[in-house]
């Protein structure tokens, strides 16, 4: 089946640095890409949407300048949390839509951000 | 996307089928209905999707209401592997159309 990997796994980082999470669809093109967050005990929050090759559609209240993402291919999205604080520590989850195939949207494992 | 309402938390016997029932009211003509699950830390689990007809697949049935209002998914012999949150979700088949996550259901496969 699809296959979709995110790195790294998990992090670790300190108060107003930055941190890029990579999301890579392996076995197939994604002309769109999601970016999700998951605080604990609850649900998935869409944060914003990137096409391939376009800006990013960010849902509302979530701050883009600080939440940069980046689709520069049809296998690779990248999230940069900017100057990340403690509240900004979470569950991050991408997916994607593969490509002609609308139907079928596939989850990477998450990335466990906690920032000190 | 139309809203979905799912009970919190359900439990089920190993062994065991297990119904969960989700109800989407305001679903329109071309939305479907899919299901996906969360073990903890992990990322959702594509299950099974559907229109109006009943759909089974190696993981689960699918059985939706002819009226569409709602629809259950059935694991017919659960096992603790299926411990997890299980979403309901609706939405248009086309087109690149984000899933919204509600909270889900919380099924816990006892032994």
Request: charged fraction near 15%.
């Amino acid at each position: 089946g699809a296959v979709v990997s995110q790195h790294p796994s998990w992090v670790i980082c300190k108060s107003g640095t930055s941190v890029k999470i990579e999301c890579r669809s392996l076995d197939f093109q994604a002309t769109t890409m999601f970016w999700y967050r998951q605080f604990p005990k609850q649900s998935l929050m869409l944060m914003a949407t990137s096409n391939e090759g376009s800006k990013a559609t960010y849902e509302q209240g979530v701050e883009k300048d600080k939440f940069l993402i980046n689709h520069a291919s049809l296998t690779l999205s990248t999230l940069t949390v900017t100057s990340a604080h403690p509240e900004d520590s979470s569950f991050y989850i991408c997916s994607s839509l593969r490509a002609g195939r609308s139907y079928e949207q596939y989850f990477g494992p998450g990335t466990r951000l906690t920032v000190t | 996307d139309a809203k979905t309402t799912q009970p919190t938390s359900m439990d089920c016997a190993e062994g065991r089928a297990a119904n969960l029932p989700c109800n989407h009211s305001t679903i329109s003509g071309n939305e479907y209905v899919y299901w996906y699950r969360q073990i903890h830390s992990q990322g959702p689990q594509y299950i099974i999707h559907g229109l109006k007809n009943n759909e089974t697949n190696e993981m689960a049935s699918l059985i939706i209401t002819e009226d569409r209002k709602s629809s259950t998914l059935i694991l017919p012999h659960a096992t603790l592997r299926d411990t997890a949150v299980y979403y309901c979700i609706v939405r248009v088949l086309q087109g690149a159309q984000k899933l919204v996550f509600g909270q889900g259901t919380r099924l816990t496969i006892n032994p």
